[in-house]
């Protein structure tokens, strides 16, 4: 073996200590961060997630469109393709202007490029008339990330049958889809942390009745419980509003599952000794409860949650879709699909199942996110 | 055991009744009642109201009380006489409706439960003897990729496939012509052929599910202890397995077959509003759609009630399957 | 990278001296963990006369289960080994074990039957959803198929009153979690005995029982093994057992046994540092009250990236800077059938020689 190689054995194996050393000593959630990042599928999710969220609360500003405009000369359009060469000359991103014909047999009407008219794309413009929006609720604008040319409308996903640009109305609908189950998590959060917490701190009565209750709700199935109460949403409230009610909805169906959990840790932590050292030395019921308790299982809270995200994404998505929650103009991942419900709709116009694979990919991303992390998570793995 | 099976039903009667004033309280959420909503109909449709017929209606069904009272009108009469109400959007009774809709949804349901364990459990056995193999990866791919799909889409989809492939759609249980013919052999396959869309859609998602949780439960099993006892023994690994690890991995799933049948029973709901089967689901979307308490009131009780008993089905079963739950369970 | 399972059983033929049943090779053992590849086993050599009772001794994690776990071949898939395994059969065959199918029909027929193993914690080593008694007949039907279910029964009761369970008509229809621990490890002896086994594994047999019952085990397991003339190979991290159990010791320290010998050698006159600190550390009747116990600092380190060293080096006291963290560590001689790894007995033999 030659010096060198000799030597550079001996700093791998020394780094290899120094791994194992790490190993020993580094902390809970050092560990899962460090598990978790192996998991190449969790972090590709969690990737996807973070870009759909990103384009999410900056919806307003990428998305051409607002919610309530619309084109009603352009119904039912086809996407509209982007190029980059007209008659072989590279002219940078821009779309064809679009004329109207009309089927001679059926008499539908159809959406074609003029490729005499080139519309370049221009970027950071300022937006038609009614596509206002406020930065963060606060700075009002109307500068938009992208726009085709006078003369030129650009629908990457199409329109729908009003005219109303189906990108837009997807990334304005990733506000509501992709944040009602979040705000509706952190809700079943507080309140299955907060009733399990009582429930197995106490015992006693206290349980007995946060038990019957559990099981009260426990027995309602999802779903129809889903139904009845966002049916029970009047019509006329106000968009902002039915967002509050349906996460709150989703909460008041799902936290007795967590509360359940937590009230089940609580009695079986109660009986470890660094919880009876810290009582014996005194330490208050918050303290013990929020400092000691809540932190030795909040990693399988963190889990069950992020895996229970899907569900409540599913959950708005259906509701929506069957019109018990949110109603147009009100905009969201299920009440975009509600035209996908006649099937000439898909025949004719197939790009309006779109939405579905933002659908499908956020429930899945959340999926394997979930997944990642619980194997991070475990200590046996 | 008899003492415990008392205060175990004394419980539930406790349950059942919590569950009544819960659904009670929901039906009457909406705003106005359903006369409101009746009679704007009758006038919109150029209707005269009687305002007397209303009142007159409105003191039958105990409208104009307290929510107490017409909660007790409601619950007695179920109780009492199993009458659940009258159907305003049907002109029928309730009782009347559900007995109509109860034999397809509990076919389906039954069915569907049948496709979901004939399929999960082997499939969960495999994937976790022989995990990370290409046939695991396979079937964990397509679980996850099944249960990211929204039973409603499942459903577009597949309509849209079948509708591509023979020209069906497949929608209702029947085809047209069958759909008042008498029973023969044709029309009973074409039942099970208007069967595959849905037992596919609403079985799908349990049965992803259900493998999941069976090779989870399974790969717990084959790195317990006794495994390696009985290796030990010098038993062949497969009849380790069969004897040991599958038994005590079926247990849990096993005894949630009361749990899961309901869940199946409600889960037809969305997929039969979608392909507009003759079920309880789409019957209970038309009630709430229609405010029509009474209808739409029953059927989530009677949702509710299933997945009491349910429960109470699924204990019994893991107390019988289980040793150490059955000592449990004596001891009550 | 998987052990290689040898349809074809057996070409070579192999010696082992007369007197011995077992002689374990040059036995290295792997484990795959994550991204780490532990060398849990590092070239282990021993071997067992019939009746003898070897201790093997060490902390957590210095390989003894590995060991042991793989003359049995039941190491989980992780695992690959190297070496030899040379065991002779009641039928006076020898075979080397590693070279068996694991699941295949000769190594089954010697497990159970001819080597059997007891497991550190009984509570876990049986299945909770079938009765002691079902459990314990199926290594009598197992390993004889003209057992019937009644004489299975029958044998089974006299085990049950050998390793003295009381009214064993009754426990022997109880499940698992009606048995209290040690009567579930007398259970599992009972079930490892019934087929008369010549070399008996013991996997730290009594760690997970309270003191009292511990006693009890080991006084079962010394009757039981003048009864059966049974070799056993007993795994412990406790040298207090070993006294009291075994004929010879072998310490084991990360994968390597540093110290060999008779347990008189081993406990009147210890060489190795690591079996000086273990009996340091015991604690000792006629110990001052206020007297500290001795420990040994550090902890086993993984077995991960290992050099041609001792592996004791950053632990020991007596450590040489230079020689026992740079340099392969030779078995020395102390005195007849006295083995130790250790470098400071190659000054003495430079010095005597």
């Known amino acids: 073996m030659s010096e060198e190689v000799k030597k550079s054995s001996k700093t791998a194996a020394h780094s290899d200590e120094k791994k194992s050393e790490k190993y020993y000593y580094a902390s809970q959630w050092a560990l899962m961060g460090r598990k978790f990042r192996r998991h190449k599928l969790a972090m590709g999710s969690t990737f996807v997630l973070l870009i759909f969220y990103l384009t999410a609360i900056f919806g307003n500003f990428i998305a051409p469109q607002g919610t309530e405009q619309y084109d009603g000369k352009f119904v039912n359009c086809a996407p509209t393709p982007v190029h980059y060469f007209h008659e072989g000359k590279f002219v940078g991103p821009f779309v064809y202007a679009m004329k109207t014909e009309r089927d001679p047999v059926t008499f539908m009407a159809h959406h074609v490029e003029d490729k005499e008219k080139v519309c370049r794309i221009k970027f950071f413009t300022e937006g038609d008339p009614g596509g206002e929006y406020k930065w963060f609720g606060l700075f009002p604008s109307n500068i938009h990330l992208f726009e085709a040319e006078e003369g030129g409308k650009i629908f990457l996903f199409g329109t729908d049958n009003m005219g109303r640009d189906l990108f837009s109305r997807v990334i304005l609908g990733a506000q509501i889809s992709l944040f009602i189950p979040v705000v509706g998590m952190l809700l079943t959060l507080v309140l299955g942390l907060f009733i399990g917490s009582l429930a197995g701190y106490f015992g006693g009565w206290v349980d007995t009745v946060i038990q019957r209750a559990i099981e009260v709700v426990r027995s309602f199935p999802q779903v129809p419980l889903w139904m009845a109460l966002s049916a029970a949403i009047p019509k006329t409230m106000k968009p902002a509003q039915v967002f509050m009610l349906m996460t709150i909805i989703l909460s008041l169906v799902s936290w007795p599952g967590l509360a359940r959990v937590v009230r089940s840790k609580f009695i079986s932590v109660k009986k470890e000794d660094f919880i009876m050292a810290a009582r014996i030395s005194g330490a208050p019921a918050s303290k013990l409860i929020t400092r000691h308790m809540i932190p030795s299982f909040l990693s399988y809270i963190i889990v069950d949650m992020t895996m229970s995200i899907p569900s409540l994404i599913i959950g708005e998505t259906t509701l929506s879709f069957l019109g018990l929650g949110l109603r147009s103009p009100a905009t969201s991942w299920g009440v975009l699909l509600q035209e996908t419900n006649k099937l000439e709709t898909i025949m004719f116009y197939n790009w309006k199942l779109i939405p579905m694979i933002f659908v499908f990919l956020s429930v899945l991303a959340f999926n394997f996110t979930g997944d990642g992390l619980r194997d991070a998570a475990d200590p046996y793995k | ?332 | 990278m998987m052990k290689p399972f040898r349809k074809k059983e057996l070409e070579t033929t192999y010696e082992i001296a007369p007197e011995h049943i077992l002689e374990v090779k040059d036995l290295h053992v792997r484990i795959a963990v994550d991204d780490y590849d532990l060398h849990a086993v590092r070239g282990v050599n021993f071997s067992l006369k019939k009746g003898e009772t070897l201790g093997l001794v060490g902390e957590s994690g210095c390989g003894k289960s590995v060991t042991s776990k793989e003359i049995l071949g039941i190491n989980p898939g992780n695992c690959r080994s190297e070496g030899q395994i040379l065991y002779r059969t009641k039928s006076g065959k020898v075979l080397n074990l590693l070279e068996l199918d694991r699941d295949g029909t000769v190594y089954r027929a010697i497990r159970g039957a001819e080597i059997s193993m007891i497991f550190q914690e009984p509570m876990t080593a049986f299945s909770p959803l079938y009765t002691i008694g079902n459990q314990l007949a199926e290594i009598i039907t197992l390993h004889d198929p003209k057992a019937t279910k009644a004489s299975a029964r029958q044998r089974v009761l006299e085990m049950l009153r050998k390793v003295g369970i009381a009214n064993p008509e009754k426990r022997i229809d109880q499940y698992p979690h009606e048995f209290s621990g040690g009567m579930l490890q007398r259970a599992l002896i009972a079930m490892m005995l019934c087929c008369d086994p010549d070399l008996l594994i013991a996997d730290e047999p009594t760690t997970a029982l309270d003191v009292t019952i511990q006693a009890q085990i080991l006084d079962l397991m010394r009757s039981l093994q003048k009864e059966f003339g049974m070799s056993i190979l007993f795994i412990t991290h406790d040298l207090g057992t070993v006294a009291n159990m075994c004929d010879n010791v072998a310490v084991m320290y990360l994968g390597e046994i540093v110290e060999y010998g008779t347990v008189r050698q081993i406990f009147h006159n210890p060489q190795h540092p690591y079996t000086r600190g273990l009996l340091r550390s015991l604690p000792k009747m006629d110990q001052v009250r206020d007297e500290k116990l001795y420990i040994i600092n550090g902890v086993v380190p993984l077995p991960v990236g290992l050099q041609a060293n001792c592996g004791f080096h950053d632990r020991c006291e007596e450590c040489i800077a230079g020689r026992c963290d740079t340099q392969e560590i030779p078995e020395f001689e102390a005195e007849p059938g006295h083995m130790v790894r250790c470098i400071k007995l190659e000054k003495q033999e430079v010095h005597h020689g």
């Open chain 2, 1 to 332: 055991m008899t003492k415990y099976i008392i205060k175990k039903l004394l419980i539930m009667a406790l349950t059942v009744f919590l569950i009544s004033l819960a659904v009670f309280f929901i039906i009457t959420l909406p705003p106005g009642d359903f006369m409101t909503n009746y009679v704007g109909r009758m006038l919109a449709a150029g209707e005269r109201v009687n305002q007397e017929e209303i009142d007159a209606l409105r003191r039958t069904y105990a409208l104009d009380q307290p929510f107490i009272i017409q909660f007790w009108r409601w619950f007695s009469k179920i109780i009492f006489h199993g009458d659940f109400g009258y159907s305003f959007s049907l002109s029928m009774p309730v009782t009347a409706v559900i007995k109509a809709y109860i034999g397809p949804t509990m076919a389906l349901s039954i069915t569907t439960m049948l496709f979901t364990y004939i399929i999960s459990i082997p499939v969960g056995i495999y994937s976790a003897v022989h995990q990370y193999s290409f046939g695991d990866y396979f079937f964990t791919t397509i679980c996850f990729l099944g249960q990211a799909v929204p039973n409603f889409l499942m459903a577009i989809l597949l309509m849209f496939i079948a509708f591509r492939l023979t020209g069906d759609t497949m929608l209702g249980l029947y085809s047209p012509k069958y759909q008042n013919a008498p029973w023969s052999w044709e029309k009973f396959l074409d039942l099970l052929k208007h069967c595959i869309i849905p037992v596919l859609v609403i079985g799908l998602n349990n049965t992803c599910g259900l493998i999941r949780t069976m090779r989870s439960q399974m790969l717990d099993e084959l790195n317990k202890n006794y495994v390696m006892t009985g290796k030990a023994k010098g038993m062949k690994a497969a009849a380790i397995r069969y004897k040991y690890c599958v038994r005590a991995a079926v247990n849990p799933i096993a005894s949630s077959i009361g749990w899961s049948l309901v869940n199946i029973f409600t889960g037809t709901t969305i997929t039969a509003i979608v392909l507009n089967l003759p079920s309880m689901g789409t019957v209970m979307y038309n009630a709430l759609i229609n405010q029509d308490m009474y209808l739409a009131g029953s059927w989530l009780f009677l949702m509710a009630i299933a997945t009491v008993i349910g429960t109470f089905i699924s204990d019994v079963l893991l107390a019988w399957l289980d040793p150490r739950a059955r000592k449990e369970y004596l001891k009550g």
